[in-house]
Every structure is written in structure tokens, then in C-alpha cells.
């Protein structure tokens, strides 16, 4: 079981050999890419040793709000307060220790949220109170690192979030923002070294719920997990096909399927659902198929079979 104590206990621990260098060239590109005006009332989520932070407020001639920075661990806090004093930008800087989701503002108060390297440590939770903190026609920026060439170390993989589908191309990170309500997203993949990531800013609607797209359709076939993004979840493979069946012609954005259904349930009947709806020319429309078994070869047997019937497919973390 993870949760903040062990997340802020494993990045204090890291605070003083943190990759400083590395992490604030990605901070520069994804400031560079939000573009922020002088004046915005902006926050570096979970900012760590305050990479965004710092790339914004050492350049900032305006001296009013400061940049809210807020991060779990004390020790990587400290270290950023550290920085920004040596900087010579520390007022510039609101420094806080304490959980990011929510973030301490009130609703539509920023015009900028940047979230740097963090948001798979955060979960999807966080784009959701990102919509709520950011005023109207305000910006999102975050970073993530590629699916396939992330290999987190040690005690940090326990503590990556199940529940963000980490992107391979820019087009997935995209799809992640809008998929949460965000619109005009733009995303582009940064090389540093030999780890890339894809830098993702895009827009909070003007109105909420009226100039976005409309709600996602998140549904989730899992027996045990929560699936907080899920709008709908059946339990077992009959409740799954039933589920399906009354999304039969709607578009469903996201479906997430577990493949261990509990005792000999599992959800092979569901997939031969999805099946057999392709052969018959008419596939279910669905944006993402997300397989997060715990099972490495029941999850990669989902994904053949669904890929080979046409269907976009991603395993995801369990
Ligand atoms: C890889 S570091 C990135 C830090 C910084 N943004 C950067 O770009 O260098 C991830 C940070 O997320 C923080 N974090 C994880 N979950 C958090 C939460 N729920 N609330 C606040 N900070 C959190 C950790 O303490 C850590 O400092």
C-alpha cells in the first residue's frame, strides 16, 4: 500500500541527489511552450525542488502574486527554496509543503498550472481539480514521460498512479487532456539524453461544460479496483457485456478492461463480444481500450486479439 507518507518519505530521501539538470531542461521547454504572461496567477503542482517554478520566476519582471509551488516531500522543498534564494528569486516563489489534489486555491482562481515530471505520481484525480482551480479560457501544462522507455527505479514504480495512461506519442497526450475536458491541447515529444517525454499544454473551455466537448464516457470491467475516472463499472464478465450492450451505438472514450474477473470469471466473454461485434462490420466506437491486468499473459492475450479485430488497444499499469 502506498500513500503521501511514503511518497513524500521516498522523495525526501531523493531530495539532495535529485537530477536537477535534467528536470529543469524539461521545466524551461514546457514554460517556453505555455508561454506565461507577467502578471498570471500561476502554480508549479507538485513542484518538487521548484523546476517550473524557477524557470518562471527567474525571468519575471512582475512582483505581485507569487508563483504557488506545492509539493509533498519537505526535502524537496526545501532544496527548491534553496535554489530559488541562491537565484535571488525566492519572494517570487510561495512555497508550500502538503498534497497538490486538491491544490490549495479556490475554484477558477489561477490562469496557469504547470505540473513538470509529476502527474503520473498524482493520478488522474489531478486533471479534474486542475478544470476546477483554473479560471475560464486558463492553461494547463504538464509533462509525461514516453510509455515505453519509462523504467521508474527502485520504491518510485510502487508509487506511479495506476490510472493515468502514460502516452507514447503526442497525439495520446492529446487525447488525455481533452478526454478530461480540456480543449485546443498541443503536444509535442522532448528528447533529453535518452529519456523523452511529451510536453502537453492545452485550455480550460471559457465556459465549463458548454465550449468543451461533452463528458467522456469512461467505462471500466474490473472486479476489485476503484477506477476513479470510470462513469460506469461492472464487476463480473455478464455485467461487463450488459454494460457494452447499453453503449452498443454510442462512442465510449475510454474502456478499461481487467482480465482476472474473481474465481473462474475472466474477460474473455466480454472480448468475445468485442469480437464478434467487428467481424459483423460493426465494432464497438471506442477511443482507448485500456488492459490493466494484473495477469501479464491474460493482458497480452486481450491485446492481440483486440488489436488484430482493429480495435486500439494499450496495456496500463495495474
Ligand atoms: C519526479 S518529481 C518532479 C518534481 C518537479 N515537478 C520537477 O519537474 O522536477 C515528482 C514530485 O511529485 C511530488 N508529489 C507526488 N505526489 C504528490 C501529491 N499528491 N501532492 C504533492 N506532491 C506530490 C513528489 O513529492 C515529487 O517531488
Same mark, same amino acid.
Given at each position: ?33 505555455a508561454a506565461p504572461? @507577467? %502578471?498570471e496567477?500561476i $502554480?508549479?503542482? *507538485?513542484?518538487?525542488?521548484? #523546476?517550473? =517554478?524557477?524557470?518562471?520566476?527567474? /525571468? ?50 489561477l490562469d496557469l498550472i504547470l ?19 483554473l479560471r475560464?479560457r486558463g492553461r494547463v501544462g ?29 497525439? @495520446? %497526450?492529446?487525447?488525455? $487532456?481533452?478526454? *478530461?475536458?480540456f480543449?485546443d #491541447?498541443? =503536444?509535442?515529444?522532448?528528447?533529453? /539524453? ?7 499544454v492545452a485550455t480550460n ?114
Open positions: 500500500m502506498t500513500g503521501p507518507v511514503q511518497m513524500a518519505r521516498a522523495f525526501d530521501d531523493l531530495a539532495d541527489g535529485y537530477d536537477n539538470d535534467h528536470h529543469d531542461e524539461i521545466a524551461r521547454a514546457l514554460v517556453a511552450l504572461a @507577467d %502578471a496567477h $502554480a508549479d503542482v *507538485a513542484c518538487g525542488a521548484g #523546476a517550473a =517554478a524557477l524557470a518562471i520566476a527567474q /525571468g519575471r519582471s512582475h512582483r505581485g502574486t507569487p508563483i504557488l509551488a506545492v509539493d509533498l516531500s519537505a526535502g524537496m522543498v526545501a532544496a527548491g527554496r534553496l535554489r530559488a534564494e541562491r537565484l535571488g528569486c525566492d519572494r517570487a516563489i510561495d512555497w508550500r509543503v502538503g498534497t497538490a489534489v486538491p491544490l490549495p486555491v479556490a475554484d477558477a482562481d505540473c513538470t515530471s509529476s502527474l503520473h505520481f498524482l493520478g488522474i484525480r489531478a486533471l479534474a481539480d486542475w478544470r476546477r482551480a475560464p504538464f509533462t509525461l514521460p514516453i510509455a515505453s522507455r519509462f523504467r521508474p527505479s527502485g520504491p518510485f514504480a510502487d508509487l506511479v498512479s495506476a490510472d493515468v495512461p502514460l502516452p507514447e506519442t503526442a497525439e @495520446d %497526450a492529446r487525447t488525455l $487532456a481533452t478526454a *478530461a475536458g480543449i #491541447a498541443d =503536444a509535442r515529444i522532448l528528447t533529453v /539524453g535518452s529519456r523523452s517525454v511529451v510536453l502537453t473551455p471559457a465556459v465549463p461544460g458548454c465550449s468543451g466537448p461533452r463528458t467522456p464516457i469512461v467505462l471500466g470491467i474490473d472486479d476489485l479496483r476503484a477506477l476513479p475516472r470510470a462513469t460506469r463499472i461492472a464487476r463480473t464478465s455478464r455485467d461487463g457485456i450488459l454494460l457494452l450492450e447499453e453503449h452498443r451505438d454510442r462512442e465510449i472514450d475510454e474502456l478499461w478492461l481487467d482480465h482476472d474477473l474473481g474465481g473462474d470469471d475472466s474477460i474473455m466473454p466480454v472480448v468475445a463480444l468485442l469480437e464478434e461485434a467487428a467481424f459483423d462490420d460493426h465494432p464497438f466506437e471506442i477511443g482507448m481500450i485500456f488492459v490493466h491486468s494484473a495477469n501479464p499473459s491474460g493482458a497480452e492475450t486481450v491485446v492481440r486479439v483486440l488489436r488484430r479485430w482493429g480495435y486500439r488497444v494499450r496495456r496500463a499499469t495495474a
